[in-house]
C-alpha cells in the first residue's frame, strides 16, 4: 500500500464529530407528507436536490415555475425529471451535485439520478424513512460520531429526541439581531415594558437553555456587516422602548444600535456559560442574493469582536468563503479565533482542499475544524462527509509529498482534525450530561 493510500484509509476509518446541521428532527421526517410538506421532507429523489442543490440547478437555467412543481408531492419522480433533467446535466460537476451522487451511492446503491434511475431511488428514499435511519445514516453509513445542530425547525434551541446524536445550538438571532419580542417573551412568560425587562428575559433564556446547548449561533451576517459597536445600555435603553412602541419611527441607525447593544449582551452570557459563539461569515445560501462587497468584510469586522471578547471562542463559519485568505489570517493572529469547513467542502471542493494545506502552513492546527454537513435532510450528509474526506485525504497526501509535513505527524493531524479539535472546544460530555438531568 503506498503513503497516500494510507493515509486514504486513515481518513476514511476516522469517525467525523459534526459541527454543524440544520437537519430536521427525526420525527418530523416520519410524518406522513401531505400537500404542506416542506421539500426539505419529500419522499422522493427531489429531496435530494432540496437544498443547495437547488440553487446551482436554478444558476444553471431552472425556472421558477418549474422549480416549485418541482417539490410538490403530487408530482410523479418522472414528471419532476423531465422538468430537471437538463439543468442536472449543466450542473453535474459542482459540489453541491457531486454531493448528491455521492449520497445516492452511499445510501442505495445507485450511480446516479437519471430518467432510469429516479424512479428506484425516490422508492428507496421512501423505504429508509423508518424509526432509528438517523442513527443508520449519520453513525453508520457518514461515520459521523455527532452533530452540531442550528434547527431551522424551532425558534431557540430544539427539544430533540436524540440529544446524543443531534447536539444542539441555541440561537440568539430572535434575542438580538432578528428582534423578536413576542416570540421569547411568550416563551419565558414574561412582560417587556424596558431594556431592563429584556435583560430578564435573555438571561431566562441562556438560564433554561444554556446548560444543554452546545455552542450559540448566530447567522446576522446575511442581513448586516459584522461591526457591531460597544453601545451602552444608557444609549440603548431609549430605543428599546421606542422599537415596542412602534420599531417604525426608528431610523436605520437606531435600529442598529439596539441590535448592537443585544449582540453584544448575549456574547458575555454566552461567555458566562462557557460556549463558543458560532457565526456565519462568507457566501449566502440560495441564488441571486449575496452583496459581495459586504462580505469580503467579514474577516476585518471579526478582529473587534474577538479583541474585546478574548475570554470568548469564536467559530467563523464556512472558511468566509471566497475571502478564506482573509480567515487563515484571523486563526493565525487571535488565540480565541477557530475556523470551521462546515459547507465549505461541496461550495468549492478544490478550495477546500487548498485552505486545509495554507491553514496548516499558517495558524495552529487545534484551530480547524474540518466537517459539517450544514443540511436540512439527513441523506445528504454521506456524500459531504465522504467529499470531505476525499478533499482532506488529499490536503495530507500533498503536503507530504511536498515536504511540508513528515508521514510519521499526519495520524496526528487527522485525529485533532476530524475528531479531537472539536472535543476540546465543546463539552460535548458536559452537555449531555444536563440533559439526562
Known amino acids: 500500500m503506498s503513503l497516500a493510500e494510507e493515509i486514504a484509509q486513515l481518513v476514511e476509518e476516522t469517525p467525523f464529530v459534526d459541527t454543524h ?10 410524518q406522513a407528507p401531505g400537500e404542506a410538506v416542506r421539500p426539505q421532507a419529500l419522499r422522493d429523489f427531489s429531496v435530494l436536490l432540496s437544498h443547495y442543490a437547488d440553487s446551482d440547478l436554478v444558476v444553471a437555467g431552472l425556472l421558477p415555475a418549474d422549480y416549485q412543481q418541482l417539490f410538490r408531492p403530487d408530482r410523479s419522480p418522472q414528471e419532476k425529471w423531465k422538468l430537471v433533467g437538463k439543468y442536472y446535466e449543466r450542473a453535474r460537476h459542482t459540489g453541491y451535485l457531486q454531493n448528491v451522487r455521492e449520497s445516492v451511492r452511499m445510501l442505495y446503491g445507485i450511480d446516479d439520478l437519471s430518467a432510469e434511475t429516479v424512479q428506484q431511488v425516490s422508492d428507496r428514499v421512501a423505504a429508509l424513512i423508518k424509526p ?28 430533540t429526541a436524540q440529544p ?3 447536539c444542539q445550538d441555541l440561537s440568539f438571532v430572535r434575542l438580538s439581531t ?7 417573551a411568550k416563551l419565558a412568560g414574561r412582560e417587556v415594558r424596558s431594556l ?33 459597536a460597544q453601545v451602552s445600555a444608557q444609549a440603548a435603553a431609549p430605543l428599546f422602548e421606542q422599537y415596542l412602541r412602534d420599531p417604525g419611527k426608528l431610523n436605520a441607525a437606531e435600529h442598529q444600535a439596539i441590535q448592537d447593544h443585544l449582540f453584544h449582551y448575549c456574547v458575555r452570557k454566552a461567555t458566562e456559560y462557557k460556549l463558543p459563539v458560532k457565526l456565519h461569515t462568507g457566501y449566502y445560501a440560495g441564488h441571486s442574493n449575496m452583496p459581495l462587497n459586504r462580505l469580503r468584510h467579514n474577516a476585518g469586522d471579526m478582529c473587534e469582536l474577538l479583541r474585546q471578547h478574548p475570554d470568548t471562542p469564536f467559530v467563523i463559519m464556512h472558511i468566509t468563503y471566497p475571502y478564506q485568505d482573509e480567515a ?11 475556523i470551521d469547513m462546515c459547507w465549505a467542502w461541496i461550495i468549492n471542493p478544490l478550495a ?5 494545506k495554507e491553514f496548516l502552513m499558517a495558524a495552529p492546527a487545534n484551530k480547524l475544524l474540518t466537517f459539517g454537513g450544514d443540511y436540512m435532510p439527513v441523506e445528504l450528509v454521506p456524500g459531504h462527509a465522504r467529499i470531505a474526506r476525499r478533499g482532506l485525504a488529499q490536503a495530507l497526501n500533498e503536503l507530504v509529498a511536498e515536504g511540508w509535513l513528515a508521514p510519521r505527524e499526519v495520524p496526528v493531524l487527522v485525529e485533532r482534525l476530524m475528531r479531537g479539535n472539536a472535543h476540546e472546544l465543546f463539552d460535548y460530555q458536559g452537555t449531555l450530561a444536563n440533559w439526562k438531568r
Open 21 to 30: 446541521e440544520h437537519l430536521l428532527e427525526e420525527t418530523t421526517r416520519l
Open 352 to 356: 477546500g482542499v487548498r485552505f486545509v
Open 328 to 338: 487563515i489570517a484571523v486563526a493565525k493572529h487571535y488565540p480565541n479565533a477557530y
Open 132 to 159: 432509528g435511519y438517523y442513527q443508520h445514516v449519520l453513525k453508520e453509513v457518514s461515520l459521523v460520531e455527532h452533530c452540531q445542530v442550528n434547527s431551522l425547525e424551532e425558534g431557540l434551541l430544539m427539544e
Open 178 to 184: 432578528g428582534l423578536d419580542v413576542p416570540y421569547v
Open 164 to 166: 446524543e446524536l443531534l
Open 196 to 228: 431592563q425587562d429584556w435583560h430578564q428575559v435573555i438571561d431566562w433564556c441562556f438560564a433554561t437553555y444554556g446548560p444543554r446547548a452546545i455552542a450559540v449561533k448566530n447567522q446576522s451576517a446575511y442581513g448586516r456587516k459584522l461591526d457591531y
